[in-house]
């Protein structure tokens, strides 16, 4: 059934989803909804618009931070971040895409999802644009002096983040020249240059032109039926309607008739070396990516050539002396209207350019005239078959991940049905790649003789950014100059104006809300079988997976000396990735790609429930395959960690290469995480490991053992140390995990039997201690190419069964919604910024993220502490707090991804008897425990670490000789 006012185009069960297919037309508007028809009560939601950007001034950007500033009906200042704290949602956030923007959200509960519904079709639909919401989202001017302007910004400040990125930044150029006339031309981010010329009333064009209901989908996904979701959109937005004007449209790219080649430069701060730094990428615009057909061509040929180490073209891309690492755009890129496919190598020299673009183009040739072999045909159809059988829910819910995979075809005239029935498509896939010419024809049309080709070299600059800093300080001199003193005063007043906004209390309670009676009562937490295969401890779990085998081993470290605890991040990373059960890294990595889902490996720490300071370190290997391949499966994991071949040493180069120019890019992206790792280190055991192993002197160290490994007798040394580690592991006792369909489990556990039955795991019964010795407290700074900071404050607390350990994680959400998201976020201008404590190290920890201030906002972490001493905030923050907590705590992941996390849960005490404890004692915070936990564990600032991570000029200029400085 549906509601009268749409008409039913299409309705189509798609069976190995487990979902129907409905498509809707709104009879009035256009407005078009999809809905995803499913017996799942994690219902999904989002509204889409088609959003075309004719410039690079951020406008789709900032109206989507502006349109969740208040409504018609919610007139707020803040409901988007206001309903974070009153609701239980699992998924809550805004995107923009190069060409659209999406408001999406999930939530298990029925009341949740329309109080979620009727904010977020308000702010998409009625927003109210006030001109100081833009001014704070946007940019603006400021006087930071008498006689000085700055621009401020949190969409300016988040972009000039992003474009620190050098990946970032090739990624723009890439697009720029691939499309010289349509809308994937510009920065739809904004570019931090132009983000400055966008107007208010350009702004409010933008929406009037786009946010159209002709212009928008709705797509739905649960048990909710498509009746119900129409009848709100119909009350709520769609009646006050009354025209169709049409949707937009991005057209086609004008093609070119020979290759262009592009040679543009990225920031690279302190560096007078640039020496193996320069970016060569090649990329190609291929055609439309609606039709579903041409699609799985794309991605067949993708996978053919770059899917696996023993690929054609990500075999050469890795061993070739012209750089240090594939690029990481490598591959195509599908969600435009247009096919981007796209390759090249990282920490290469400008004069290479030529010999790479050669060197690709030899083997594009290669392939087109002679193919590739049947096997590798078949391995790519069987890990596109493996992707789309995948139950997800481990990030993005599964519902929202499915909307999200039909979203692109949607908006682009496309058939979004097509794009989640994928079942025939692939049958049909799977014949036309019996054709020997098939594969050689794609290449050959696609690549080799497509002249709609880019090459860019993207070249380091070490005084760009010192350059762009004083063309910015010379444009606000220009202006200020520019004022009258009557404009002077209109900027004065406006900033004064804000300041008064974001200061005000609005009611809250024009918000719909969740109460605490709303939440319920328990968690479902799943439960495995134990029993023994031979003389392996084995756990089963039996769940509902679409026909996948999830596979584990799980060895307890060891005692490990400094030198082969620093190397556990880089054995992980390389035992997957090298050869094993008597094959190269080529054939094993083939074999990987022809029988599983891949394989992982990784050291994961975690605190001891009850004792600060006491930890359990495990090494984890797993992998994943379909039901049919579970024994190939279970002897490659197994070949993995008995027989691996750390003696090819040309692989191990390359691998350490990649690992590299991976943690490099990482680096600003994941600013915050460092911060706070390098905060944290002095305090606890755990954080310490952690920050040995992932931190900002890890990524250091990574680099000189890079540069190291050049010396041939230094690489086999390497070699030498990662064997001797496996050996040492291999002899730790060890444990098998399983996780699969209830009517495979007795196939799975005899076929267990036969591989592990009579081996004898190891007998070594020590256990990875403690570092002897912490440095403490202490002030750390850390610089990088960056025009953006990165602050965390860290103290030492309680471990997760401490009463207090639920108060803390209370408190972390109580202050951020109380103080520190308006003090770091909305006055100071930074993309984001919070505080939480972490039961893995027992620490309470503050944080901020693409922050323009530095000092400023060290300050706000003992700030918030005062305001809470203060007891200024109203009675309901607390249940605002208590319901954040908590959502965290429900939040579900796949049913796969569920056992797996019930599994390493029980593994470090963290059984579900003790959560369902923890849920308990969340529940029951009051306002005394928090101001008690505060003054019992971080008002003595004396012993916090404290960690930034900001630009060589910022530190050496602005933080003093109480701090610990060094450079990346």
């Not at 006689?147 to 910004?153: A, D, P, R, W, Y």
């Not at 999200?404 to 025939?424: E, F, I, Q």
Request: hydrophobic residues 40%.
């Amino acid at each position: 059934m549906n509601h009268p006012a749409f008409e039913l185009l299409r309705r189509e069960p798609v069976e190995s989803l487990k979902l129907t297919v409905e498509s809707y037309r709104h009879r009035v508007t256009g407005a078009r909804h999809l809905h995803l028809a499913a017996a799942n009560p994690h219902n999904a939601f989002l509204v889409a618009f088609l959003t075309i950007p004719q410039d690079s001034t951020g406008v789709a950007h900032i109206l989507e931070h502006t349109t969740l500033c208040g409504s018609e009906r919610f007139a707020v200042r803040d409901p988007f971040f206001m309903m974070l704290r009153r609701t239980l949602a699992t998924f809550m956030n805004a995107f923009t895409s190069s060409d659209w923007t999406a408001y999406p959200f999930a939530t298990q509960s029925g009341k949740d999802f329309q109080n979620l519904l009727r904010v977020y079709l308000d702010a998409a639909f009625f927003p109210n644009l006030d001109p100081l919401d833009f001014a704070q989202e946007g940019c603006r001017v400021e006087f930071d002096e008498p006689e000085s302007l700055l621009f401020k910004g949190v969409v300016f400040n988040e972009m000039k983040g992003a474009m620190s990125s050098p990946a970032r930044v090739l990624s723009q150029t890439l697009a720029e020249h691939l499309f010289p006339t349509t809308t994937y031309h510009f920065n739809s981010g904004g570019d931090p240059e132009c983000i400055p010329d966008l107007t208010w009333e350009g702004l409010k064009a933008f929406h009037a032109r786009f946010y159209h209901p002709a212009n928008a989908i709705f797509m739905t996904y649960g048990e909710i039926t498509a009746q119900e979701h129409q009848e709100r959109f119909e009350e709520w937005v769609l009646s006050r309607f009354s025209d169709n004007p049409g949707g937009a449209l991005v057209p086609d790219e004008m093609r070119y008739r020979e290759p262009r080649r592009v040679e543009s430069h990225y920031a690279l701060d302190g560096e007078e070396d640039c020496t193996a730094k320069t970016h060569v990428v090649l990329g190609w615009l291929l055609g439309p990516s609606m039709e579903m057909e041409s699609l799985l061509n794309a991605h067949l040929l993708n996978g053919v050539l770059l899917d696996n180490s023993s690929s054609p073209l990500l075999k050469i891309l890795e061993t070739t002396e012209l750089g240090s690492a594939p690029s990481s755009l490598s591959g195509l890129d599908d969600s435009g209207r247009e096919l981007v496919f796209a390759c090249g190598l990282e920490g290469s020299e400008p004069e290479h350019a030529d010999a790479v673009e050669t060197l690709v183009m030899d083997l594009l040739r290669q392939v087109a005239q002679d193919g590739v072999e049947p096997e590798r045909l078949e391995s790519v159809l069987h890990q596109l078959e493996l992707s789309r059988r995948e139950i997800g829910g481990d990030g993005l819910p599964y519902g929202l991940k499915l909307l999200l995979n039909a979203l692109t075809p949607a908006l682009h005239g496309g058939d979004p049905v097509s794009a989640l029935a994928l079942d025939g498509a692939l049958d049909a896939l799977r014949e036309r790649i019996r054709d020997p010419e098939f594969i050689k024809g794609l290449a050959q049309r696609w690549l080799v003789d497509n002249p709609h080709r880019v090459r860019v070299t993207l070249m380091p600059d070490p005084a760009l950014n010192a350059r762009r800093a004083q063309q910015e300080k010379q444009r606000l001199s220009a202006i200020l100059a520019g004022m009258d003193q009557e404009e002077r005063e209109r900027v004065k007043s406006r900033a004064a104006a804000l300041v008064e906004r974001q200061e005000r209390a609005d009611d809250p309670e024009i918000l719909p809300r969740l109460e605490l009676t709303d939440i319920p009562e328990t968690i479902a937490i799943p439960s495995g079988e134990r029993d023994r295969v031979g003389a392996f401890p084995l756990v089963r779990f039996k769940t509902t997976t679409n026909r996948l085998f999830y596979h584990q081993y799980v060895i307890d470290l060891p005692e490990l000396d400094e030198e082969a605890l620093r190397l556990l991040p880089l054995y992980s990373s390389c035992l997957p990735e090298v050869g094993c059960g008597g094959r190269d890294y080529l054939e094993t990595q083939a074999h990987q790609s022809a029988v599983s889902g891949g394989i992982g490996a990784r050291v994961g720490i975690r605190g001891h429930v009850g004792e600060m300071g006491g930890f359990r370190a495990l090494f984890t290997i797993s992998g994943k395959s379909l039901t049919r391949n579970h024994m190939a499966l279970m002897q490659l994991l197994q070949d993995t960690i008995v027989t691996p071949r750390f003696d090819e040493l040309t692989r191990l180069r390359e691998l350490v290469a990649q690992m590299r120019a991976a943690a490099e890019m990482r680096v600003t992206e994941n600013g915050h995480q460092l911060a706070i790792s390098v905060a944290a280190a002095g305090l606890s055991p755990v954080a310490a490991l952690n920050d040995l192993w992932g931190g900002l002197d890890a990524v250091k160290r990574l680099k000189e053992l890079d540069k190291s490994l050049d010396d041939p007798a230094r690489l086999a040394e390497f070699a030498e140390r990662l064997a001797a580690l496996n050996e040492t592991l291999s002899r730790a006792p060890g444990q098998l995990l399983v996780v699969g369909e209830e009517e495979d489990m007795a196939e799975f556990t005899t076929g267990l039997a036969r591989l592990w039955g009579d081996m004898q795991p190891g007998t070594q019964q020590t256990r990875l201690a403690a570092p002897e010795a912490l440095n403490g407290a202490g002030r750390h700074a850390w610089a990088t190419v960056t025009t953006v900071h990165f602050c965390a404050r860290a103290h030492k607390a309680v471990p997760y069964i401490h009463p207090d350990a639920p108060v803390l994680s209370v408190l972390g959400q109580y202050l951020k919604n109380g103080h520190l998201h308006r003090a770091i976020r909305e006055r100071g201008g930074a993309y984001g910024g919070g505080a939480a404590y972490d039961s893995d190290t027992g620490l309470f920890r503050f944080y901020s993220y693409r922050d323009p201030r530095l000092e400023e906002t060290l300050a706000d972490f003992q700030q918030a502490l005062d305001w809470l001493a203060s007891g200024k905030a109203e009675e309901r923050a607390l249940e605002e707090a208590i319901l954040g907590v908590v959502g965290n705590i429900d939040r579900p992941g796949s049913p796969a991804g569920e056992a797996k996390r019930a599994f390493h849960d029980a593994l470090h005490g963290r059984t579900p008897e003790v959560r369902r404890t923890f849920r308990e004692r969340v529940l029951a915070v009051t306002n005394a425990d928090l101001t008690r936990v505060a003054e019992t564990y971080l008002n003595d600032i004396s012993q916090a670490g404290i960690g930034v991570l900001t630009n060589p000029e910022t530190m050496e200029q602005r933080l003093d000789g109480e701090w610990i400085k060094r450079h990346l």
